[in-house]
DNA sequence: CTTGTTTTCTGACGCCGTGTCAGCAAGAAC
DNA sequence: GTTCTTGCTGACACGGCGTCAGAAAACAAG
């Protein structure tokens, strides 16, 4: 069924990791080549574009090899879809988790999400798209997107427990920001030609300012401060 | 290319539309028992399910005549979604046209969305889902969610410009609320078993009234008054 | 370098859903 | 009934998918 196979590691001396690329196993790099190759198409291309035959002749191999690492096209985004998301928490972790003043790392967190979509957007797009079209792809999404409600509202109630947001329903004002978020960060990097990563910074910060800690904070935050006036040109077209 | 053909009205005496459906052309009455179909089919499997062949078994007609009506999968979507179009922005005409008490006539426009929704989800749903498929469709449903993005955020500068709302970037908060719109409807109507219409409902007019109108004026509408303190749990698994 | 073993790759195959077409059947008008 | 139009059908070719047996390449040991 899965493509995955337990490798064996390999009983010489020379692989020990110690080299990075080259002491790779071949499979290793084949099935990196995969992912790349997948990454490189999908910045200009929509996914659904995206066929195996296609795929396997920008990796230089043949269509049916591509079976060796994948069991079908759903499961090549999924683990685009994994490494996406490490990343992504990592970033997100400064606001969910860290100390000192909420606005500041908000902005950080926001910051870093901007990056790291404008790095690797296609995959956030990408994997949104082909999700409807397969079972497993689309449980992976949801509870891609449902770890970060939860996270993003229990913040709010802890935030709120600790007087820095007024009380509201936490849930779905979270719901309200991620799906937001989530559409932004899409249509602005999810192609080549990309949006202006710092309007699309603005946009959504001023927006998670403004929700939980009001109005008046906006104008503390430093990109409140840098470009109080600027119209988000970029959340024009989207 | 288009499956479309222009019918010149049979120029017979009967057909003049005064007895409804047995009145119709044959062809029209096939038409619509594909739509009817597909509908009933998509309220308990997923479009990606939905193939040519078996859709025509539930409408008891060969495969091949599908194509006499529409041009592939994704043009049906597109009638259904135009239909449904229509039902929605007679119900949202309310609260961005109406006149009166804006905390009411929202009440009246969730209301009505929610009904709608309710009737017809899985349209929503399933034009969501195959609009990444098809690139035609693709701009249908685009086209269709910035229409509103963009009937509300007038709604919302107009409603600022008489001080009902509090000054700040109307857009970026209409697409917020739209999107957890789609998202709450799609995902708790799209398939049966339904949830429930009042809590969503209140939810969803909840957000809207805080967002827009102020924490305070929530306790005011009718379902405010009604539940203060309903815990929506249908936003639990959503 | 040669040999034997394991890993990786390939071409050919069958499957399934799509969309088209020529021609058949059913319905309407007379 | 006959004629003409409209609606329907089965058969076909196409293209992408996933599998498999066997070829080729990579690797370790001698």
């Known amino acids: 069924m899965s493509a ?6 390999i009983q010489g001396s020379r692989r020990d990791g110690t080299d ?7 499979s290793d790099r084949t099935r990196q080549s995969i992912l790349d190759g997948a990454l490189e198409f999908l910045w200009t291309h929509p996914f659904r574009d995206l066929t195996i035959k296609e795929l396997m002749l920008i990796a230089g191999i043949s269509r049916s090899a591509f079976y060796q690492y994948f069991s079908d096209v759903h499961e090549l985004m999924e ?3 994994r490494s996406l998301e490490e990343d992504i928490f990592v970033v997100a972790s400064r606001w969910l988790e860290g100390e000192g003043d909420p606005v500041r790392l908000l902005e950080e967190t926001m910051s870093g999400l901007v990056s790291v979509c404008y ?10 798209d082909a999700a409807p079209m397969d079972e497993r792809l689309e449980k992976s999404w949801k509870a891609f997107l449902q770890d970060f409600d939860d996270a993003v509202t229990a913040r ?7 007087g820095l947001i007024k009380p509201f329903e936490a849930r779905p ?7 937001m978020d989530a559409y932004l960060l899409i249509h602005q990097f999810g192609r080549r030609p990309r949006g202006n990563r710092e309007s699309v910074k603005d946009a959504i910060l001023r927006l998670w300012i403004s ?3 009001g ?10 401060r840098r470009a109080k006036r600027t119209k988000t040109s970029s959340s024009k077209n989207s």
């Open 79 to 81: 683990a685009l879809l």
């Open 156 to 162: 709010i109630e802890q935030h709120q427990a600790a």
């Open 4 to 9: 995955k196979k337990v490798k064996k590691p």
């Open 173 to 179: 004002v979270a719901i309200a920001l991620n799906r």
């Open 119 to 128: 790095k690797r957007g296609p995959i956030l797009r990408a994997v949104a």
């Open 211 to 213: 929700t939980l800690y």
């Open 20 to 26: 990075a690329v080259s002491q790779l196993r071949k």
């Open 215 to 224: 109005e008046e904070k906006v104008a503390t935050s430093a990109s409140g």
